[in-house]
């Protein structure tokens, strides 16, 4: 068994390196797109302009260039802390929660239930807490990075591509929008399975001390009724058979988006 010191610093350990691989991942999708095809492509399309000065061209290429480092920066630096945070926060919840289910399995005097009830409680208002205040974010990265994911998805394998580096570019930014959604998704799934499996042993006390069963299942109905779980703003609950519907409609999208430009293709060749 690992000790409490142990498990700190194997965790810091990986949220330092899934930190720098996402800020990688990021990074090089950024540098490889200036020496891919797509931006020599709009390079010459702003060069060859005919509506501006020969002048303005070059300061909007030097602007177009400073605004895509910069966003990716900026996108990087705070999908990668949201993300960190959040799976964190939710990492701890799967170990309250296994703590307390250890506790309920060795409980033995029925005066330990009140403290058990007490912890169960804190738990869930936590985890109220973290649902309030990040919903709505975590709503937003999961589309952002499903968003993300199809477009390098679909220029991976649709898309003309004259090299390596295109190839390279698009797995990047493909990764790096996975290891988002991943995150989000895997360890808010681990939360809410956790609470329900502490839920579930927390409301089996009253069968073990039948003593205190009606004073036991009157505290559940008063405070433990509703139930608590990690969303995406309110609309969807969290589990791991989100990531097979996010890469469902990816694919779907994926064969209209490619339908549509077939057929548009075929039209303006008759």
């Known amino acids: 068994m690992l000790s409490f010191v142990d498990k700190r610093r194997n965790c810091l350990v990986s949220v330092f390196a899934y930190s720098i691989l996402i800020i990688t991942l990021d ?8 020496y891919s095809s797509k931006y020599e492509v709009l390079r010459k399309v702003r060069i060859e302009s005919e509506l501006v000065s020969k002048k303005l061209k070059w300061f909007l290429i030097v602007i177009s260039d400073i605004n895509i480092i910069v966003i990716t920066a900026i996108s990087s630096l705070v999908f990668t802390s949201i993300s960190v945070y959040y799976g964190l926060v939710c990492i701890y919840f799967d170990t309250l929660c296994c703590r307390l289910k250890v506790q309920i399995r060795n409980v033995k005097d029925s005066w330990d239930c009140g403290r058990i009830i007490y912890g169960y409680l804190k738990i869930r208002k936590i985890m109220e807490s973290l649902e309030y205040f990040m919903c709505s974010s975590a709503f937003i990265m999961v589309v952002s990075t499903m968003t993300g994911l199809f477009y390098m998805s679909y220029n991976l394998i649709f898309t003309p591509k004259y090299g390596y580096i295109d190839y390279m570019c698009y797995l990047c930014g493909g990764m790096y929008h996975c290891s988002i959604i991943g995150i989000v998704i895997l360890s808010a799934s681990a939360a809410n399975r956790a609470t329900e499996v502490a839920k579930e042993a927390v409301m089996s006390l009253p069968g073990m001390f039948p003593k205190c069963y009606k004073e036991l299942k009157a ?5 433990c009724k509703q139930e608590v779980c990690l969303t995406l703003w309110k609309i969807y609950k ?14 779907n999208y994926g064969i209209l988006v490619a339908t549509l430009g077939t057929v548009s293709r075929s039209k303006d060749k008759i």
């Open 238 to 251: 969290i589990d791991r058979s989100l990531i097979i519907t996010a890469m469902g409609a990816l694919v």
């Open 27 to 34: 990074m090089s999708y950024a540098i490889l797109f200036f």
């Open 219 to 223: 505290i559940f109905r008063k405070d």
